[in-house]
């Protein structure tokens, strides 16, 4: 999946540049922040481990295989910034050392690969864990979800770079259904390696699955022989980080969903081009949602039909967001209540978050 | 010299309980006199990784204190600790990070500040010291384990430590590599302090042993003598090797060659 | 990848290509390829006029063409997508061996072969000159941030360490008769993925505790220096130079 110089033009290969310049800045200030002075030999051997990670084959059926990606796993295991950071060392070095992807075009395969991944993945995990049950079931749904996503909306945003600096003319509207399919196809494959990867890593070490903090057990001091709760600590990285990863969540979906749709909506989605082939459109005039402002994802009183498709996916994904949000709004105040009484009984706290 | 009388290595009443809870030390007294070589031994779970990460402040906030060469382990003079304090890890993958020898060596020094010539000079003598001068500008991953364990004594080296204190330095060496690291080790003029398991090579090196069981030392003495301990040996899960006789094979010392 | 002195594509030598600072080495390959980048598809000459740079610098740094090819099968599912686009791009059509083929997509093919090749081509060359650790000082001397290269030197030292264990991991399984067939087999495959996340881990934590054992505080010791003189300079700029001559040229011409 890496791309050669010369496929994306130089302006817009510029300006992919300075977007991962920018992710990368902000992985090192991020990194920094979680990891203080470890951040060097932690991120570097994660980076290792991410490149040999994808030097592991896995077999899909006779002769063929496929391998792991790895920015969700990165984004996962170890936070979106360390995730970002190792992700762009592994690309830099491999256009470096192995002239796999083109130098040109370093700043389009990292955001790509490294970003887009990674904030999607991690995104979408983060918001499933906190609207999910606390339980490690949850965790494996939320991995699963969340890097199954993370593949095709990488393909996405490789075709919204194409669309705006692509130098051939195959047609946005092909390039998108091909590269979408495939990816999600391949997104299955990512999914379902990343989520047991997680699952192994959670059985052994869950202090070390950076996306589950919080889901430890209770500590326990040893005082005179007995065992005693320690007092909960609140988990600051984690909650301090919430908002951002939320709103950059929001607005690569909110981008992404007016991108696709716009394109998208050129070509009749196949159903319907089915439905008007045989003629079966008339008898579904009396649909009920037809008068709705959003039917057939357009925007009606906008006239021209990519825009309104454009506009109806952003203004989609609005409002699934405002309800996701108050969903989670919901559950967190419950359980921030909850929260509360954990400094008079941190045990009763401990059953009523796992029974929320 | 007044400085001389003053131990290399002193440990009053060390305790530590890991964040997660797990008390791993409970009152540790140890003192070592300069110029000594001792041997601390103990079962696996028995503290003793602890106690190593103390003597250079990683680890630090649990009861008791350390002092290197009359300084305290404090936070206001972690730098010259880590200067004093020289630790040899386990797995000398994990001591050489750097991408050649000579910049390994080097790490300690530079980040103490040194540059240069004379730079240059403590490394040469450092690798000298553990005889791995041709290999300074290999990078440590072609060397065979035995070659990267010395060049790990020689990263430490180069620091000038008051004490050296070496993890489990016989593990995984081949016979001929052991015997070397034990000639270089027995070359070596400054207070060692070795972390083992590995019975006879404490025996062979250290005149003296302390055992560490259950986060507190149990016993201190002659190596000679606490090996010949049947009962202390069985009671703290240290067992020696088949048909090993402690007290049949006086200790090996450099005149007896 | 060899950690310190070698990698996979590195060819030992002592040409003047050799010889020149990396930083050096690294910036004339990218001017080159962004040269490259932007040189007009329609000027077809200025293409193998590259090539033949390439072909100069490649036999000054004595590195055979057989080795530079051979590398170029990483370009293979962008050649499969080039040649794809005669027959999915829209416009005027022509014959081409008896198939109807579209022009504009023979273009697009043309451009992305193109430039795409010449692309690998100069990172190869690049990456057979230039030491492992060479290149590490020569992207931080480009003012690349001191953090990101300790990142990826630490990589590059463990990126052998980690494959080894992985490899060791392999055989183990295949030692207990197992042999990974198919989808199957991708859990106890994910299991060795996460033992060997955990491995490295904590393997970063033990070589963070023995940087803080020999005093390291968050920046590494500056050891080894690389400079470049004018001379220098100016050897590395005669590519990127002579490239931008052709470019110029292929825009008015």
């Known amino acids: 999946m890496h791309v050669p110089d010369g496929f994306i033009n130089a302006p817009v290969s510029a300006a992919a540049g300075l977007v991962a310049a920018g992710a990368v800045a902000a992985g090192l200030r991020g990194a920094r922040r979680e990891l203080d002075e470890r951040t060097a030999p932690l991120a570097g051997l994660v980076a290792a481990f991410i ?96 890097s199954l996503v993370s593949v095709p909306a990488a393909a996405a945003a490789f075709t919204a770079i194409y669309a705006i600096g692509g130098t051939t003319d195959v047609p946005v509207p092909k390039v998108l259904t091909a590269m979408v399919g495939v990816h999600v196809l391949i997104g299955i494959g990512e999914a379902v390696i990343t989520t047991a990867t997680v699952g192994a890593v959670i059985a052994v070490r869950p202090d070390l699955v950076y996306g589950a903090r919080g889901l430890t057990a209770p500590l326990k001091l040893r005082v005179g022989g007995e065992l005693i709760d320690a007092p909960t600590a609140p988990v600051a990285v984690a909650a301090r980080s919430t908002r951002k990863v939320w709103a950059t969540g929001l607005v690569t979906a909110l981008v992404l969903a007016g991108f696709v749709s716009f394109y998208a909506s050129a070509s009749p989605d196949g159903l319907e081009k089915v439905a008007a082939d045989q003629g079966i459109d008339r008898k579904a005039e009396e649909h009920a949602v037809k008068d709705s402002p959003l039917a057939d994802y357009g925007v009606s009183g906008v006239t021209d039909t990519r825009l309104s498709g454009g506009l109806a996916g952003t203004i989609g994904v609005g409002a699934t967001v405002a309800v996701g949000t108050g969903v989670f709004w919901a559950v967190r105040r419950r359980r921030t209540e909850s929260g509360a009484d954990s400094r008079t009984d941190s045990r009763t706290a401990s059953r009523t978050g796992e029974s929320v | ?103 390994d060596v080097a790490f300690g020094p530079a980040a103490a500040g040194l540059r240069g010539p004379e730079l240059e000079a403590v490394v040469r003598k450092a690798l000298a010291r553990v005889g791995m001068e041709q290999y300074a500008d290999r ?55 070795m972390v083992t398991h590995d019975l006879p090579y404490a025996l062979e090196l250290c005149p003296r042993a302390v055992v560490l069981s259950d986060g507190v030392i149990v016993a201190d003495g002659p190596t000679a003598g606490l090996l010949a301990d049947a009962e202390l040996m069985r009671r703290h899960r240290l067992e020696l090797p088949f048909g090993f006789d402690p007290t049949a094979r006086p200790t090996r010392n450099p005149a007896s060659h | ?175 207990r ?28 934590e033990r070589v963070h505790l023995a940087m803080v054992s020999r005093g390291y505080a968050g920046s590494m010791p500056v050891i080894d220096e690389v400079t470049a003189s004018r001379a220098q300079w100016s050897a590395a700029a005669v590519l990127p130079c002579t490239a931008l001559l052709i470019c110029l040229l292929g825009w008015t011409l």
Request: with cysteine; hydrophobic share 50%; net charge positive.
């Open chain 1, 51 to 146: 490149f040999a990670v994808q030097m592991l084959n896995f077999p899909v059926a006779a002769g063929t295989s496929g391998h792991l990606l790895g920015g969700a796993l990165a984004a996962i295991l170890v936070g979106p910034y360390t995730g970002v950071l190792c992700i762009a060392v592994v690309l830099l070095m491999q256009g470096v050392l192995f002239a796999d992807g083109g130098l040109t075009a370093l700043g389009v395969n990292i955001t790509v690969m490294g970003v887009v991944t990674v904030v999607v993945a991690y995104g979408l995990f983060r918001g499933l864990v906190m609207v999910l049950p606390r339980t490690r079931r949850s965790v494996t749904i939320a991995s699963f979800v969340a």
């Open chain 2, 1 to 103: 010299m007044t400085l001389s009388f003053v131990p290399s290595l002193d440990v009053r009443g060390l305790a530590y309980a890991y964040p997660d809870g797990h008390q791993a030390l409970f009152g540790v007294d140890l003192t070592v006199e300069r110029g000594e070589r001792v041997a601390l031994l103990g079962p696996n779970g028995a503290g003793k990784t602890t106690l190593v990460l103390h003597l250079n402040g990683i680890l630090t906030g649990g009861a008791g204190t350390v002092t290197v060469a009359g300084l305290p382990v404090e936070k206001a003079n972690l730098a010259e600790i880590r200067r004093r304090v020289g630790i040899v890890f386990q797995d000398p993958d994990d001591q050489l990070f750097m991408p050649t020898v000579r910049e």
């Open chain 2, 139 to 193: 990078p440590p991953h072609h060397l065979s384990f035995g070659q990267r364990r010395r060049v790990a004594v020689a990263t430490v080296l180069a620091m000038e430590p008051e004490i050296l204190v070496l993890d489990e330095p016989s593990s995984n060496l081949d016979p001929a590599s052991r015997r070397e690291l034990a000639d270089i080790l027995r070359s070596l003029d400054v207070t060692v302090l």
């Open chain 3, 1 to 175: 990848m060899g950690a310190g002195h070698a990698h996979k594509l590195y060819r030992h030598g002592r040409s003047p290509v050799h010889r020149l600072p990396p930083h050096c080495k690294l910036a004339a390959v990218f001017c080159f390829v962004v040269v490259v980048v932007s040189t007009p598809r329609e000027a077809v000459w200025a293409f193998g006029a590259y090539a033949v740079l390439l072909g100069a610098v490649a036999a000054v740094a004595r590195v055979p063409a057989g080795f530079v090819l051979r590398r170029l099968v990483i370009e293979i599912p962008f050649v499969a997508f080039a040649f794809l686009m005669p027959f999915v791009v829209p416009g005027e059509q022509t014959v081409l061996f008896g198939v109807s083929v579209s022009v504009p997509g023979l273009w697009d093919a043309w451009n992305v072969l193109a430039k795409g090749t010449l692309g690998v081509a100069a990172s190869v060359l690049l990456a057979a000159t230039t030491e492992l650790r060479a290149l590490l000082l020569g992207l931080q001397r480009l003012r690349l941030p001191p953090l990101l290269v300790q990142i990826a030197s630490f990589m590059i030292r463990y990126g052998d360490v980690i494959t080894g264990e992985m490899r060791r991991m392999s055989i183990a399984r295949r030692s």
């Open chain 3, 177 to 204: 008769g197992f042999e990974a067939r198919g989808v199957r087999h991708w859990g106890v495959l994910a299991k060795s993925a996460g033992a060997l996340f955990i491995r490295s881990y904590e393997r970063g």
